[in-house]
Structures are given as C-alpha cells and as structure tokens.
C-alpha cells in the first residue's frame, strides 16, 4: 500500500516557473513507477511524465518535453516534477500516481505511461498559469 500526497501548486503567470512535489508513504517505494498525470478543465487525465522504478527511465508527453523535469529521490520517497517555461495550456490539477514496476528488467524497464496502469493516486494539486 503507497500513500501519496502532492504540494507544490499555485498561480503562476506565462512564462514562469513551479516545482511539484510527490510525497510517498508506505514500503517499497524504490519498486513503484511513479508518474505525474493532469487534467484540465473539461478535458481527460493524461500523463505528463513518468519514471520508472529503478530510476533508469523516464517519459515525457511531447507537449512538456524540455520543459518538464522529472526526477526522483528514494531515500526520502519523493518525486518531483519541475516545470518550467509554464503556458497557459498547463493549466490543469496536477496528479502524482504509483504502481508497481516491471522488476524483472531491472533498469530496461520503462515507465508506465498509462493512466489505467497506476493502482494509488494522490489528491491532485492545482496547476493555473494566466498571462
């Protein structure tokens, strides 16, 4: 079982910068791919970027590469997203997700991208970029 709570939302303008980041609890956490997802007003959830358990492989959506950094740390059982270079198309509630990676590739193994493929979500964080 994985708790995850996210921080780090708010308000920022066009341009700008914010820093997200997922706090887990619960054992095992350096097994679990972690991946941060959103959903904007009126639209789906859809991945954003997403790491994989052994920390030797990452996704990006297209729309966030070179923008976005995502970056884990297991000792203290976090993931942060850093997003930079912020439009008003992020706009969105920001959600941290877990589940299990694929172990057995040891570090070949990629990232879950797929919302359906996470088993814990966090509560979700508010993203709003305005010009």
């Known amino acids: 079982q994985v708790q995850l709570v996210e921080s780090g939302g708010g308000s920022v303008q066009v341009g700008g910068s914010l820093s997200l980041s997922c706090a887990a609890s619960g054992s095992a956490f350096s097994s679990f791919d972690v991946g941060w997802f959103r959903q904007g007003p009126g639209k789906g959830r859809h991945v954003v970027a997403a790491?994989?358990?052994?920390?030797?492989?990452?996704y990006y959506t297209d729309s966030v590469k070179g923008r976005f950094t995502i970056s884990r740390d297991n000792a203290k059982n976090t993931v942060n997203l850093q997003m930079n270079s912020l439009q008003e198309a992020d706009t969105a509630v920001y959600y941290c997700?877990?589940?299990?990676?694929?172990?057995?590739?040891?570090?070949?193994?990629?990232?879950?991208?797929?919302?359906?493929?996470?088993?814990?979500w966090g509560q979700g964080t508010q993203v709003t970029v305005s010009s």
């Open positions: 997700a877990a589940t299990l990676g694929d172990t057995s590739l040891g570090d070949t193994a990629l990232p879950h991208a797929v919302d359906l493929e996470y088993d814990y």
């Open positions: 790491v994989s358990w052994s920390d030797s492989s990452v």
